[in-house]
């Protein structure tokens, strides 16, 4: 048993609120650990640290701040197979697929080490007679992330990296499913040269999540997790004043064209509806086969594929995937597959009754494929974070593409075929953030950024890439006279550009 309390100021804290959660071992059910919850006072606390330390940090110049993270990167590779053990060990993915969720965030440390260039900003010299004015961008101050189970190293860098480059302290409030990775990364920013009091790590659940909200030293809000706390935490935010960007949940459609090469499509669904047990963001939910043969071979080539999936704890570096995160998701799942049945849809492959021999108490759930599926089903409208693929067969083109369009959630969406015109059509007309054209998780790169429409996201910059030093900046404009301006009097009749 570990204890996981909270790091603020550049140091471990042990939890003084008394409340605390288990850490479970998905795989095993035991419980591995105790993550402590904090109380307002503890935030407080982080927040009196970081505003403490913050100003020092914006005045440090952005060359010096971005070798803090040239160094981090370093380190995140040294301990690369520490953190995803880590990682994997409370969350229950494959190591493998933990490096890729480390990997992925690293990379967004890379892009920020560009914060010299990346912060500069506008400048006209010559607005008007002896006028230059310019744009700056100075941090909003603290800046505090809230973040979900599924990926404890990539998402806080999400939000960490930029913010943290940009100038900002900030309070991290990671999931308290699975806390550790986020309490290591804070430890290796501090040895990679980071100030005490720039990157705290406060544990908690929704007590500590509304202290941050409401908090008046906080200036911006980053969160992604389920579409209605991203909702909650978007309103509240907004109604104490502060900037917010916040995430939800997906239900992510792949338009399966007649023309497709379909052993590419069979395999890329396996990998996008599977991988991670089914618990991505960008995870493939819903496969639309267009016209009743297409459908036919595709269900075909899946069963065998998805009857095989090597599922195993995270010790397999064999397994395609792991079990899902908690008792209670893998019953949320297995009720919803019940539902499904009921409603009529085809459980062509049923994992409903998988058990690993030595794990008869881990988490597991093996894969399910669903056919038959309709948009009436709960199944096909809630979003099931599980490994479970429902296949809803369209007729034509534009019936598929009704599909994600009408759909409530709006996070990714992909399209297989051949056909440039089609591909062209579909990522022009669709109404989704993210568009993969034979890619199945279009997660774009650090240099772009990442964001749904609709119930997958609330608020107008992205994560990461240019929209991310928006978001942790705030803009500050001077218009300046230099000397005659001064010399010629006062004027009375509002300024005008003559
Ligand atoms: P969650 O919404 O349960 O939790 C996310 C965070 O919110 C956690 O830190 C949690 O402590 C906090 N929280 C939970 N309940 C709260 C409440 N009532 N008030 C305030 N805070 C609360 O999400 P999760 O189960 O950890 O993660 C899975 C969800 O996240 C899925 O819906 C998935 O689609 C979504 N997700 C979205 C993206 C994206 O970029 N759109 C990325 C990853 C995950």
Known sequence: MYQVGHFIGGKHVAGTSGQTQPIYN?????????????????????????????????????????????????????????????????????????KGDIVRGLEVCEFVIGIPHLSK?????????????????????????????????????????????????????????????????????????????ILNVVNGD??????????????????????????????????????????????????IMPDADLDQAANALMGAGYGSAGERCMAISVAVPVGEETANRLIEKLTPMVESLRIGPYTDDKADMGPVITKAARERILGLIDKGVEEGAKLVVDGRGFKLQGYENGYFVGGCLFDNVTPEMDIYKTEIFGPVLSVVRAKNYEEALSLPMKHEYGNGVAIFTRDGDAARDFASRINIGMVGINVPIPVPLAYHSFGGWKASAFGDLNQHGTDAIKFWTRTKTVTSRWPSGIKSGAEFVMPTMK
């Open 121 to 197: 900003s506008e400048f006209t010299e010559g607005a008007g007679p002896n006028i230059d004015m310019y744009s700056i961008r100075q941090p909003v101050g603290i800046g505090a992330g809230i973040t979900p189970f599924n990926f404890p190293g990539m998402i806080p860098m999400w939000m960490f990296a930029p913010a943290i480059a940009c100038g900002n302290a900030f309070i991290l409030k990671p999931s308290e499913r699975d806390p550790s990775v986020p309490i290591r990364l804070a430890e290796l920013m501090i040895e990679a040269g980071l100030p005490a009091g």
């Open 26 to 98: 998905p795989a095993t059910g035991e419980i591995q650990g105790e993550v402590s919850l904090a109380s307002a006072a503890e935030l407080n606390a982080a927040v009196e640290n970081a505003k403490a330390a913050q100003p020092k940090w914006a005045a440090t110049n952005p060359q010096r701040r971005a070798r803090v993270f040239i160094k981090f990167v370093e380190l995140l590779n040294q301990h690369m197979d520490e953190l995803a053990a880590l990682l994997s060990r409370e969350h229950g993915k494959t190591i493998e697929d933990a």
């Open 206 to 255: 929704k007590a500590a999540v509304d202290g941050l909200l409401t908090h008046p030293d906080i200036g911006g809000i980053s969160f992604v997790g389920s579409t209605p706390i991203a909702r909650y935490v978007y309103g509240t935010a907004a109604m104490n004043g502060k900037r917010a960007q916040c995430f939800g949940g997906a239900k992510n459609h792949m338009i």
